[in-house]
């Protein structure tokens, strides 16, 4: 697999520029490079620092995939049914515009379990773009691919195997990609709901400690998480869409 130079070498201006911070600001402010990858270090390899950041990793997951179950049955009954999303689609840009701390706020009211809480958080804020991810790939399905494949007289679950599986599936992996950023936003607020365990916890307690360098890499595990959540999202793109490449080979 070829790597790409320009984001390696992005990354070390990034970390030089850093470090030249480092060599003339209080180490509160700006922390060496040294110290932020021994922090980081015993996060990965310590048994309490490791299940945080494994913690984390589960409710990112859970509640993602809670809203994509959730968003992809919303989307099909939308575009199936036209009533519905004239009923729906106000609903889901309603949603999208309630920020994180309102849903963890009502979250505390509603609910006794921090980890339903959290969970609640998650789907809530990531639900409206795998809805209308999928919505949108579902109505984008050619019109005369359809009529075709009606002419053949499938059965509902052909036509949904054959024909609207195979025609939101790039939907849904955009969707997820798109989410895995948002969301390590917001499980960071969310885990602030009386978690005793995870990135948002540990940056809560980094930051009463005025522990700049253990701020940073727990920070940097969570950005660790997602660009490595993203590339097996990638990977798995290229394999189910590799059609796509053989047809512009073949053109």
């Known amino acids: 697999m070829r790597i790409q130079r320009e984001p390696l070498i992005a990354a070390l201006v990034l970390v030089l520029v850093w470090e030249v911070a480092a060599w003339f600001l209080p180490p509160f402010l700006f922390p060496s490079t040294l110290a932020i990858g021994r922090e980081l270090l015993s996060i990965l390899t310590e048994g309490d620092q ?3 950041a494994l913690a984390t990793s589960a409710r990112i997951l859970l509640g993602m995939t809670g809203a994509f179950v959730v968003g992809s049955l919303i989307a099909l009954w939308m575009g199936i049914s036209e009533r519905a999303a004239r009923y729906i689609h106000p609903l889901l840009t309603f949603n999208q515009g309630i920020p994180a701390l309102s849903w ?18 998650i789907v809530m804020t990531t639900l409206p773009a795998f809805a209308f991810q999928i919505y949108d790939a579902y109505r984008a399905m050619s019109k005369d691919l359809v009529e075709m494949s009606l002419s053949f007289r499938p059965s ?9 599986v195979p025609s939101i599936v790039p939907g849904v992996l955009t969707a997820w990609k798109v989410n895995l950023g948002n969301v390590a936003r917001v499980v960071v607020v969310a885990e602030l709901v009386g978690a005793t365990v995870g990135v948002g916890y540990e940056l809560l307690q980094r930051q009463q400690l005025f522990d700049m360098a ?13 660009i490595t959540s993203q590339k097996v999202v990638a990977l798995l793109e290229a394999y189910l869409l590799r059609y796509r490449a053989q047809s512009e080979r073949s053109l």
Do not use: C
């Open 50 to 52: 490791l299940r945080g």
């Open 156 to 164: 509902q679950w052909d036509m949904f195997r054959t024909l609207i």
């Open 214 to 226: 253990g701020a940073i890499a727990w920070t940097l595990v969570l950005v660790l998480f997602v």
């Open 104 to 121: 963890v706020v009502i979250s505390i009211i509603w609910f006794k379990s921090t980890e339903f809480r959290i969970w609640f958080i």
